[in-house]
């Protein structure tokens, strides 16, 4: 009798299919190539740097929703929740690619020249003068280092890396043994990693997003970039979700009530964006210190200033008032609309971080590296996950409380 069968779930491992994984990798490897080519194929600086802030932005962007995954896997254990059991596979498989992260961490190094005044070599070096010389000077004497920099990346991979493997490697186990005792190792070990990945992923976007203007910072900075990628993921779940209908597939035995919990969290992390994007801004506008006032009046002042506006409506006020709405949560091809809207202006967001530092006060470019980083990294990090998922249940079908998961209602 398969695991399958004792758990009176009815799903067989799932082997896939190349459909998605080949064109996936595919597309990711013309993607990566494309773009490497732009930045070491061209003489320009405009295009090195174009091609350089292209990559980081879609790093940024995948990175985030997989260690987000890997977050909210620690947090559900740590809570011990029930409902998610069902889900909890995909949010697995999605922190499961974290490792290939090492990997494509590389080209940021390598084009981190074009990228951090800071970096030895950097040609952005020449354009910081006088005293905010002296304060650069200071910072990268201290924590700008940049062999402190490849320490700090170690430690955020060798972090993330080690808690999705041994989260998922338990999990998988329990596939096979079930019992209750790998339920209570996961939950033991969940609270005491969580204030680590809290850490790596906070300082690490001082790192890539942050630094990028090296005189400017934000203590809070970390919880928004961590914000995005949480909705992201959120986002990412419920799109999978929604079309994981078929064979082996878990889609199958997910309720409207799963959905109707999504869609609340996408709703509060909407919301919980928000109030840390104004908690920033207020801090930094109260205060007016000269050291910190530029960053902003670049970006709400001049030729940035309608992509701002369009942010605080786009990113929050349309998604806010839509997922309001309890009948558009309960449906959820309507609901996967929505995922993929907020998916789309989270790509804005990382575009309205990390492109001023490019353009300046010349305001919104477009280059087709952007495009190119994006599919290529997305295709990888895509590719490897589903690679991940073969040969494995969609669902944890031997979780002592998977019944109580798929009999959920609403309180």
Known sequence: ?????????????????????????????????????????????????????????????????????????????????????????????????????????????????????????????????????????????????????????????????????????????????????????????????????????????????MSLTPLWQSTIFGVYYFAGSFLAAFCILTIATTNARGKDLYGNVVTPAHFHNLGKLMLAFTAFWAYIAFSQFMLVWIANIPEEAPWYGLRIFGAWKPMSIALFFGHFVLPFFVLLSRNLKLQPRKLSVVAVYLLAIHAVDLYWLIWPALTGTNGPTFHWTLITAFLGVGGIAVGFALMNARNNYTMPVKDPYIAESLRYVQP
């Open 1 to 209: 009798m398969t695991p399958a069968a004792e758990a009176s779930v009815p799903l067989e491992r799932y082997t896939g299919t190349p459909k998605l994984m080949v064109p996936a990798f595919g597309l990711g490897a013309l993607g990566l190539l494309a773009t490497l080519a732009g930045f070491f194929a061209s003489s320009d600086a405009y295009a090195k740097g174009a091609a350089a802030h292209s990559y980081l932005l879609a790093f940024v962007y995948w990175v985030g929703i997989s260690v987000a995954f890997l977050i909210m896997v620690a947090i559900f254990h740590t809570a011990k929740a029930k409902w998610l059991i069902v889900l909890r596979r995909t949010m697995e498989t999605g922190a499961s690619a974290v490792p290939v992260f090492i990997l494509l961490i590389i080209p940021v190094i390598l084009m981190a020249g074009y990228l951090y005044p800071w970096w030895p070599g950097s040609p952005l070096r020449a354009a910081i003068t006088g005293l905010e010389s002296e304060h650069l000077s200071h910072k990268e004497h201290g924590y700008l280092n940049w062999k402190f920099t490849l320490v700090r990346h170690v430690i955020y991979f060798v972090v993330w890396a080690f808690a999705a493997w041994k989260l998922r490697g338990l999990s998988l186990k329990q596939d096979a043994e079930g019992g209750l005792d790998l339920t209570v190792r996961m939950r033991r070990f969940s609270p005491g990693i969580l204030p680590f990945l809290a850490l790596t992923i906070t300082f690490a976007s001082f790192d890539w997003l």
